[in-house]
């Protein structure tokens, strides 16, 4: 993120996103949507903490996002820049409640909307919640791993690897929410022609590091579009449905 200005409950950012980041396309690809998604996050604790002066120890917990393609995402040749357009709005109660639709123009032209909502808690109310987290009792970061110990049910088992640093930027109590998407986002994109798909996904409950997740996909009526199921320990801890950029 280049440069970011707060006015009232807009902000408006200038990002680049460099072709040799790690996430982005060897082969003159599309531009990632979890790229896309991880600058709406951002965008996300910049809101956070300008539009309701959340302090710096305080947690922002995502409960929903989404990413609609308006435009074929940009062929990535030599950085992407574009510029992000943020409007929130701010509920008070338990710290507040954080929710914005936001804009990218690449050239001037939209390429992508979005839209994020998240809890702000406090060190305290955080702590009330998630005292009872168990952390791993092994790693899960081995990604060639063929099972996970008495998983069964359908669904193919979700790897995470919490020495990424872009999706583990900080160390926590809980697999990512970032984590989940990039799960999600792997499976679809492998069933679009373009790569790209459009993508709208609530989360229900924290994902625990201690236990295992599985990804399920139902196809939904509306052609091209599925829905996505996660789940941990028999319940839904997030859902999400996708559609490919044609």
Do not use: K
């Not at 839209?115 to 998630?130: M, S, T, W």
């Not at 196809?219 to 941990?232: K, N």
């Not at 028999?234 to 999400?240: D, K, P, S, T």
């Amino acid at each position: 993120m280049l440069s970011a200005e707060v006015e009232g409950e807009q902000l408006f950012a200038a990002v680049s996103v460099p072709s040799w980041h790690e996430r982005m396309p060897n082969h003159q690809g599309s531009l990632p949507e979890l790229i896309v998604l991880e600058i709406l996050r951002q965008c996300g604790y910049l809101m956070a903490h300008s539009a309701l002066g959340m302090p710096g120890d305080w947690h922002l917990v995502t409960t929903a996002l989404a990413l609609e393609w308006r435009a074929t995402p940009p062929t990535v040749r030599a950085d992407v820049d574009f510029t992000c357009t943020v409007t929130g709005r701010v509920r008070e109660g338990d710290g507040g409640h954080l929710a914005f639709h936001a804009e990218l123009l690449s050239h001037g032209d939209m390429i992508a909307t979005g839209e994020l909502e998240a809890r702000c808690l406090a060190p305290r109310h955080y702590a009330a919640i998630r005292g009872f987290a168990e952390r791993a009792s092994r790693s899960h970061a081995n990604l060639d791993a063929p099972t996970h110990d008495g998983v069964s049910g359908p669904g193919r088992p979700v790897r995470w690897n919490d020495q990424d640093r872009f999706l583990f930027n900080r160390r926590g109590d809980h697999v990512v929410s970032m984590a989940l998407v990039d799960a999600v986002l792997a499976d679809a994109a492998s069933s679009s022609t373009s790569g790209n798909v459009s993508i709208r996904m609530e989360f229900l409950r924290f994902a625990e590091q201690s236990a295992a997740i599985l990804l399920e996909r139902e196809t939904l009526g509306t052609i091209g579009q599925d829905l996505w199921l996660l789940r941990q320990a028999g319940q839904v801890i997030a859902r999400a449905v996708t559609r490919p950029v044609v």
